[in-house]
């Protein structure tokens, strides 16, 4: 399957401050890429699908001042978490796809800890 | 809005015996796609179904698509120790893509 590298793999940080993650699909052309967060033993939680160039779409509930997306290219988007709280803190994975209806490859995730 | 239900949430299995996972969607789907996740790591696809009825094998897993495109199940038949984690379906329908709740395989040695 397609390879999806998401950097970095583990951050703690300090409460107040922010945090990029990136995730990058390395040998396809993503046309689509999504974030999701994950509690311990829990489902994915779709947080915002992202389409290259163009907004992100939100899930219902999600800040989308709070949980910044970009999609500048095919290959790269990044989620930034501003303003980090305790309650952030959680397993945020992004997968890339070829679009919506096509299977999706996964990034190894990473750990957030705000302290 | 769309919702998929996947039972059970837990199965202990003694290593040997079989596996069944089912999933069940609110809406006609699309298609439905199985990934796994094993214990610390992120979810791998492991196969994609499209047609009604369909039915597809991946060595000791079978999968199954329903007759209506509302349900699926995945089998494994004689578990090993190797296929621990948790199993999720993703049904597309109307060009979302949702997640089960998933089912978490423990398999005793």
């Known amino acids: 399957g397609a390879v999806v590298s998401q950097h970095p793999s583990r951050v703690i940080c300090k409460s107040g401050t922010s945090v990029k993650i990136e995730c990058r699909s390395l040998d396809f052309q993503a046309t689509t890429m999504f974030w999701y967060r994950q509690f311990p033993k829990q489902s994915l939680m779709l947080m915002a699908t992202s389409n290259e160039g163009s907004k992100a779409t939100y899930e219902q509930g999600v800040e989308k001042d709070k949980f910044l997306i970009n999609h500048a290219s095919l290959t790269l988007s990044t989620l930034t978490v501003t303003s980090a709280h305790p309650e952030d803190s959680s397993f945020y994975i992004c997968s890339a796809s070829r679009g919506r209806i096509y299977e999706q490859y996964f990034g190894p995730g990473t750990r957030l800890t705000v302290t | ?109």
């Open chain 2, 1 to 109: 809005g769309q919702q998929v239900m996947q039972i059970p949430q837990y199965q202990h299995v003694q290593e040997g015996e079989d596996f069944t996972t089912y999933c069940n969607s609110s809406t006609t789907l699309s298609n439905i796609q199985w990934y796994k996740q094993r214990p610390g790591g992120h979810p791998v696809f492991l196969i994609q179904l499209v047609k009604s009825g369909e039915v597809k094998k991946q060595k000791r897993l079978t999968f199954q698509f329903g007759e209506a495109k509302k349900n699926s199940s995945l089998h494994i038949t004689a578990t090993q120790t190797t296929d621990v984690g948790t199993y999720f379906c993703a049904g597309n329908a109307g060009n979302m893509l949702t997640f089960g709740g998933g089912t978490r395989l423990m398999v005793k040695p």
